[in-house]
């Protein structure tokens, strides 16, 4: 399984980009990386996936370079409603299914 | 849509004792996960289900876990005999068919006190 590492805090302020880096060294070639986003008392939310480049929604964006060993979370204009922990997970189809593996996740903290 | 619906949102037992939480994934969804999430620490995979069947169960802590998904709809998540350490919030997810590509929709999740 492709172990991710991030940071595990980042502060901003209302208004900034805020981007968040995943490393993933040993990421499979069927893998896809995922980012969940998640609120206190709350189970976690997808926000976005990608396989390799550039994808982007309505919420966020996700850089993948060419080797596919890290990806960024791109955040637009955070707002204090982003503040949350955000997982980055890589994962794919190995024999028993689909399996995902959650680290602990990056807290972000927006203020005014 | 209606989401992934769990019951209930807490639960307060003496170690010892015996406890089940429920799931209702989202309609038409073939994939179902359990997973347990410590505070502080990301949600960790217990089991997860092809519609009635298991996929992996590698995590799940077979002497005390057990995991059930009649009729590949509902499933319920038991804990006997609960230990300390078994306090977390246990999240319920679902997810179309599986695949690598699928979104996993989670819900609010059962926050379990063992004292």
């Known amino acids: 399984l492709a172990k991710t590492t991030q940071p595990i805090s980042m502060d901003s302020y209302e208004g900034q980009e805020v981007n968040i880096t995943c490393s993933h060294n040993n990421i499979a070639t069927n893998d896809y990386i995922t980012w969940y986003q998640q609120f206190p008392s709350q189970g976690p939310r997808f926000i976005i996936q990608?396989?390799?480049t550039k994808v982007t929604n309505e919420v966020a964006s996700l850089f993948i370079p060419a080797d596919r060993k890290s990806s960024t979370l791109s955040l637009p204009r955070v707002s204090l409603s982003d503040t949350a922990v955000y997982y980055c997970l890589v994962g794919g189809l190995t024999g028993g299914g689909n399996k995902l593996t959650f680290g602990t996740g990056t807290q972000l903290k927006v203020e005014l | 849509e209606a989401g992934v619906a769990q019951s209930p949102r807490y639960k307060i037992i003496e170690k010892r004792q015996s406890v089940a939480f429920w799931c209702n994934p989202i309609?038409?969804?073939?994939?179902l996960y359990w997973y347990q999430q410590i505070l502080g620490q990301g949600p960790k995979l217990l089991i997860q289900?092809?519609?009635?069947?298991?996929?992996?169960d590698s995590q799940l802590p077979k002497d005390r876990f057990s995991a059930e998904r009649l009729k590949g709809v509902d499933s319920t998540l038991k804990i006997q005999p609960a230990k300390l350490e078994d306090s977390a919030v246990y999240l319920c997810a679902s997810s179309y068919h599986g695949g690598a590509e699928d979104t996993q929709y989670f819900g609010p999740g059962t926050r379990l006190t063992v004292l």
């Open positions: 990608g396989y390799k």
């Open positions: 309609s038409g969804h073939a994939t």
């Open positions: 289900f092809q519609n009635n069947g298991v996929v992996d």
